[in-house]
């Protein structure tokens, strides 16, 4: 019995040191890579940020004319995200908002949408996914050019009846052996637009001038 | 080499090799064996990660209960997993790129944990790490072998996708096996994965069929392998 008692105590200090080593060691990591890792990530956004928007339309730098983003539902958002406002001699030309397909096929999917004042789509980049690679994956620009699909598109081009993949009768491509990732992106980026309809004039204004960022008159 | 190294690495690489004959690790052999790239990236990061386990749990090894060896192994892969993710995230980003997306997968590759428990909680450290190279070797061959069978018969190239680590320059580098091929969707989806492997373990069987009868063939007394 006495024995059978000290087995079971070993075996839950060993988990128990296992687990706290284990901790520390990931606690500890996370820690170190954070900084580089945040760095690495936020110029990889400012890339996509820029490719969302029309080709030099803009001369201002969207990061900076940031917004916060609540969470809402119609941007699937968990957290609350940003909306990068592209202006030209001050004036609005775009914004990209944050946004998130919630049902991809393995999780949600990030990405950013390139908004024109019309209500019609520049560009859509997926940010962030777990797609399965070479399946699903073909999301990223990357990849395919399949994301390209959304340029141009507004909520009434294609109707909103068409707002889908052509296999749910709707006018989006989709690869054979993964359609719920593009189900879900369509879906998301439809419902980011509806949110861009709903808060167009607020998404659009200009950004509050700030003691750090120029006043439109003075840029060049 | 010691007789003793030398058969772990004739078992990685061919007498137990974990995709034709353990048939360990199937999942993501399917997944991502679509094509040469993808299938050379998960079967190094996969190598890398089983070379760094192993060799984490034959050091503590001496420290293990038996009786939670498994949910400790477990442990062990999948912080370890976690840490060389987060560390290829921060200092080696292009690599990141590409196999940022497998690298969690592996932590439930049944493989790495078959290696641990079945050599590395046993035998020394350097025969561990030795072991689990090799395994992954192993395993790297198949999904290279299998990855270019299916890219050749699906697209008619080889190589593609190579532009994702080595930048634009690297589209060039697509070898067009066949020009102007069609494509054959089979190849690509997972049942093109099926077919392609049952064809690769035909093939083994049939050369150590051919190598028992030689040796059957060799002497009264000869036996099969």
Redesign the interface.
Known sequence: MKEFRN?IL??AA??LV??GV?AA??SG??K??RP??EQ?ERSAKMKLVAQTLPAGGFDNDPVKDARPLPADALLGLKFPGQAYLASRHGAAVAVVLEAAAPDGYSGEIRFLVGILPDGRVSGVRVTGH?E????G?YIEI??SPWIRNFDGKSLSNPQPLYWKVRKDGGQFDYM??ATITPRAMVKAVRKALEYFAAHRDELLAPPAPGPAGPSPETTP | MSPEAREIIANGLWKQNPGIVQLLGLCPLLAISSNVVNALSLGLATTLVMAVASGAVAVVRGYIPHAARIPLFVLIIAALVTVVELLMHAYVLALYVVLGVFLPLITTNCIVLARVEAFASKRSTLHSVLDAVMMGLGLTLVLVVLGAMREIAGKGTLLSGLDLAFGPVAKDWVIHVIPNYQGLLLAILPPGAFIGLGLLIAARNWVMDIQARRANAGGPLGQTV
């Open positions: 087995q070993t075996t060993a988990l296992f687990s284990g060691l990931l990591t996370f170190i890579t580089a890792i690495s777990r399965t690679p070479g399946l994956d990357g990849k054979a052996g």
